[in-house]
Nanobody, 123 residues
């Protein structure tokens, strides 16, 4: 069974950091480009960051560039999102997915999706 399981979310103060993880199983993880997207309350899906299948190329939305870092470890079938200097506007449910590469074709019906992990930035 194909699974993507996000973890690492939580409550953090503005300026704080979190590291999200996405554990993959049931498919050849190393063959897929991967992406993080998020959905804030009452908002649509927003592309955050993408990474090439081998991990050598990374892409970021303007809103997170310089603060977030995407990384993957294909030997562990895991992708990460290091989130630094968090802001209140980063509050959202964060998903990992094989869809939405660099913001393209971002549909829940396409590709594989995790269940999401909640990030709340508040003081």
């Amino acid at each position: 069974e194909v699974q993507l399981v996000e973890s690492g979310g939580g409550l953090v103060q503005p300026g704080g950091s979190l590291r999200l993880s996405c554990a993959a199983s049931g498919f050849t993880f190393s063959n897929h480009v991967m992406t993080w997207v998020r959905q804030a309350p009452g908002k649509g899906l927003e592309w955050v960051s993408s990474i090439s299948s081998g991990g050598s190329r990374t892409y970021y939305s303007d809103s997170v560039k310089g603060r977030f870092t995407i990384h993957r470890d294909n030997a562990k079938n895991t992708m990460y999102l290091q989130m630094n200097n968090l802001k209140s506007e980063d509050t959202a449910l964060y998903y990992c997915t094989t869809a939405c590469f660099v913001g393209s074709s971002c549909q829940r019906a396409e590709g594989y999706w995790g269940q999401g992990t909640q990030v709340t930035v508040s003081s």
